[in-house]
């Protein structure tokens, strides 16, 4: 356990749909992050917040839309996805370390299938 | 614009072989390099390396930086099939706090 879980850990969406992914981390970090993996492509990262403030958004469609309560926790949400956005989504916190260095740890992820 | 690039894309050996992966990276205000093992779905963290020719060693695992070079290479000795697994690398910026550049990884299969 890397102390990030998140849930679902499987979902298949029609694309009229709508639906959140969750993400709980317990290291008490102040960073967390979505990405997205898709078949031998790099990990895209898509939203970063810090203490519960957004701070990068890379250029992603508005039909993903985050948020983020508290600094434990991070959501997901989709609505009219497309088939091209079946991938494992990863959700990742991390806290910053001496001289800005740090390092993500991540959860199981969410293995989505738009149908 | 900055770019990692992992070689090779897969590889297959067998099992008490030695394997070195190797990342090679283009970017402006280079941080730190990580090194990422990725066996069903979480990557997990194998290593940082932020100065150059230090070697880094977790048991039968070792990585090394080579800054002026811009890669890294990351060892596998007497693998074992549970090596077996997506290794990724990936690049921090000086500029900024939470982004990383991530390499495609590479894909290591261990046969017994």
């Known amino acids: 356990e890397t102390g990030v879980t998140q849930t679902p850990r499987h979902l298949v969406m029609g694309m009229t749909n709508k639906k959140s992914l969750k993400c709980e981390q317990h290291l008490g970090h102040n960073a967390m992050y979505w990405y997205k993996q898709s078949a031998k492509k790099p990990l895209e990262l898509m939203f970063v917040?810090?203490?519960?403030?957004?701070?990068e958004n890379n250029s992603v469609p508005s039909r993903f839309s985050p948020e983020c309560p508290n600094s434990s926790h991070l959501f997901l949400h989709l609505h009219t996805l497309q088939p091209e956005d079946s991938a494992l989504y990863l959700c990742?916190?991390?806290?910053?370390?001496?001289?800005?260095?740090?390092?993500?740890?991540f959860g199981q992820g969410t293995r989505l299938t738009v149908v | 614009e900055d770019k990692v690039v992992q070689s090779p894309l897969s590889l297959v050996v067998h099992e008490g072989d030695t394997v070195t992966l190797n990342c090679s990276y283009e970017?402006?205000?280079?941080?730190?390099l990580l090194w990422y093992k990725q066996e069903k779905k979480a990557p997990t963290f194998l290593f940082m390396l932020?100065?150059s020719g230090i070697e880094k060693k977790s048991g039968r695992l070792s990585s090394i930086l080579d800054k002026k070079e811009l890669f890294s290479i990351l060892n596998i000795t007497a693998t074992q099939t549970g090596d077996s697994a997506v290794y990724l690398c990936a690049v921090s910026l000086m500029d900024s706090n939470y982004q990383l550049i991530w390499g495609a990884g590479t894909k290591l299969i261990i046969k017994p």
């Open positions: 917040y810090n203490f519960k403030e957004q701070t």
């Open positions: 990742a916190s991390s806290q910053e370390g001496r001289q800005g260095a740090f390092r993500a740890f």
């Open positions: 970017v402006t205000n280079f941080r730190s």
């Open positions: 932020t100065s």
